[in-house]
């Protein structure tokens, strides 16, 4: 007798927005993993539903695999995105299955079968704020949780962990980075030992097999931790998740399907009727408002987890546009080679800052700290060495080049950025006995962050030099001197987001001090403009003053959260080719009578992208409905689409 169903097929090479029929001899429950031919190749799949014989010729199912089916909720998942993030189905279904499924190793793992106790260990005592926040946060629902840096919110969300186990639940906590994951975990085992299971891309192919099959295999309430793709793990019964510094850019996914973590953890927690936590001391404002809203609680916590009445922290700016301040060096303060070197004298840790993100020119007056912004659009413009003009990348305004400051006619513009190699050579000068390292994206794997994370705390560097990667979440002991070496460098972005971004990230570095560890800390801050009110809300903690300003700005300009955006790109042989793709795409999208504002065609922030020219759209509506109906408009070929982008670079 043959049985027939509906597959979900996991392969790139699937292009298809429908599930696929298959034949087989074998009766298969719902979510049942099995092997499916795909044109000339085979792939792994997943069985989504029973039909009757269908009118064409099917293929056979190749291969079933003895293992649980996956949960229903994790398919249910599947299905919402292919409404809310459009993308290819086959490339959307792989989120949820293993690149590939081993008889052996599926044989080997099995799972946590047997209960294993909570650790009734020493935890640190909970705070008042803490204590509140746990007592909010009873009924099932989604909270933001804005705890200063310091506050103690691990401390909150393993609490709230050992109540979703003890009544039979895993949970979901989720990370932005790999390198934060150490610290993390390490909070976790302490208390939940073998129940916690880590999951993320730096794992080897068998490592992560090994852990998909034993979330697939348990029957007891798991810890599961990890990036944004922890969430499409096959957990069966979630009373839990925790979306960790939610404001973080990478919880966005950049390739098909472009979800962002926080809405696919949302929509998970519904169907699981769980409870969700957006964690962060600078929360994103999209989020915040959208909570605001629909009148969901927001839980602030301003007291530090470690109190110490002894310890003082001074923070001073320095203008880097006296140079009277940079006698020793061109790119560190007199006062922040001062700070490191005390520190160093004590055995205690430095840390140097620059955020580096992105390849964008600075267009600042070296005098009095002008910068060149759109008229139209209030954001940076880049400038273009090629054809010498500052150009919007967002409306498409654009100048010429000015060759003095238009406020105050000095001659000097800066056009130029430091990088962290650069500090890093700087200061292997200045402190040549010095135990420096280096943390970016441009680390191999053996210099990353999370190889060396015992050794930071431990204080056994001297100075820690990096980008955003250790501006988060870090708790680190032995530190006393943080410098910011160019406070500025994330506004000169030419995107709505920018201030947004300088706001956290200063906020977020800052926070590494103050944690009650030492005495007496140091935070040394350098910038063209000291004044400025980003800069001054971000160092002094003052978020609603931030909040406030920038939902107006943005409602003014018509930016997320008041609206929705879609990013078109195209990419053509020839930048004249791309520009008419572009403007012929225009065309028929006005033609549609969709309620849309489109600004461009303009090139995009990298107009020159593996030897073809780029150029984009940028669409907003307040109904999201509208731009699924540009995403289905739009050509199969050339074109490339990204709905609810972090920036429109």
Not at 172 to 184: A, C, R
Not at 553 to 578: D, G, H, I, Q, W
Request: proline share 6%.
């Amino acid at each position: 007798m043959s049985y027939y169903y509906k597959v979900l097929v996991g392969s790139a090479q699937y292009h298809g927005n429908e599930a696929l029929t298959y034949a087989s001899d074998e009766d298969l429950p719902i979510g049942s993993i099995v092997r499916a031919p795909l044109q000339r190749i085979s792939a792994l799949g997943v069985v989504t539903e029973i039909v009757g014989k269908p009118s064409f010729k099917t293929k056979n199912i190749l291969e079933t695999f003895e293992l649980p089916p996956l949960p229903a909720n994790l398919v249910g998942v599947i299905t919402w995105l292919r409404t809310y993030y459009p993308a290819p189905l086959g490339q959307t279904t792989l989120s949820i299955l293993p690149s590939q499924l081993t008889p052996k190793l599926i044989d080997e793992i099995p799972g946590l079968q047997e209960p294993i106790a909570i650790a009734d260990m020493e935890l640190p005592p909970l705070t008042t704020e803490q204590q509140d926040v746990l007592a909010k946060t009873e009924k099932t629902d989604t909270y933001i949780l804005h705890g200063d840096t310091g506050t103690g919110k691990t401390r909150v969300y393993v609490e709230l962990a050992k109540k979703a186990v003890a009544s039979g639940h895993s949970v979901i906590v989720l990370t932005p980075e790999i390198s934060l994951t150490s610290q993390l975990a390490q909070s976790f085992q302490h208390v939940f030992g073998k129940r916690v299971v880590v999951v993320h891309s730096g794992l080897t192919p068998k490592a992560r097999q090994t852990v998909w099959l034993t979330i697939l295999k348990s029957t007891e309430p798991l810890i599961i931790l990890g990036p944004r793709s922890a969430l499409f793990t096959p957990v069966k019964s979630l009373g839990l998740i925790v979306v960790d510094e939610s404001h973080e850019p990478a919880y966005k996914q950049e390739q098909a399907p472009h979800y962002h973590a926080v809405r696919v953890a949302s929509q998970l927690a519904h169907m699981h009727s769980a409870t969700l936590i957006l964690g962060s001391a600078t929360p994103s404002i999209t989020d915040y408002y959208i909570a605001q809203q629909k009148h969901k609680a927001i839980l602030r916590m301003k007291q530090p987890a470690r109190a110490n009445e002894n310890s003082k922290v001074t923070t001073e700016i320095v203008d880097l546009k006296n140079r009277d301040n940079f006698t020793r060096s061109q790119y560190l303060s007199n006062q922040l080679i001062a700070s490191v070197k005390e520190s160093m004298a004590k055995g205690e840790q430095s840390l140097l800052y620059l955020n580096r993100r992105g390849t964008a020119r600075v267009i600042l007056c070296n005098n009095c700290g002008w910068q060149a912004v759109c008229p139209h659009c209030d954001l940076p413009l880049t400038y273009h060495h090629d054809v010498h003009t500052l150009q919007c990348h967002t409306c498409g305004y654009s100048q010429s080049t000015p060759t003095s400051c238009p406020e105050c006619k000095n001659t000097e513009i800066v056009f130029k950025v430091v990088g962290t190699k650069a500090i890093e050579e700087e200061v292997g000068r200045l402190f040549p006995q010095a135990r420096v390292m280096r943390f970016d994206t441009d680390n191999k794997k053996a210099e990353r962050f999370e190889q060396h994370y015992e050794a930071v705390r431990n204080g056994e560097i001297d100075i820690l030099v990096g980008t955003q990667l250790l501006a988060k979440g870090l708790d680190l002991p032995k530190l006393t001197t943080l410098g910011v070496v160019i406070a500025d460098t994330s506004l000169t972005f030419p995107d709505y987001s920018a201030e947004e971004r300088t706001y956290q990230l200063l906020n977020q570095v800052i926070g590494r001090v103050g944690r009650g560890h030492s005495a007496h800390e140091k935070i040394i801050v350098q910038s063209y403009d000291p004044t400025r009110p980003v800069i001054t809300a971000a160092l002094t903690n003052d978020w609603d003053t931030f909040y406030a300003t920038e939902t107006r700005e943005r409602e003014l300009f018509t930016f997320p959260p008041f609206c929705y955006v879609l990013k078109l790109a195209c990419r053509m042989a020839s930048n004249k080719a791309a520009e008419a793709k572009a403007e012929q795409f225009l065309y028929s999208v006005r033609e549609m009578g969709l309620p849309l504002l489109i600004d461009g065609p303009t090139p995009s922030f990298h107009t020159k992208i593996a030897g073809k020219f780029e150029w984009q759209l940028i669409v907003k509506s307040k109904r999201r409905d509208a731009l699924l109906g540009v995403i289905k408009a739009l050509p199969k070929s050339g074109w490339t689409y990204d709905i609810d982008p972090i920036n429109l670079l």
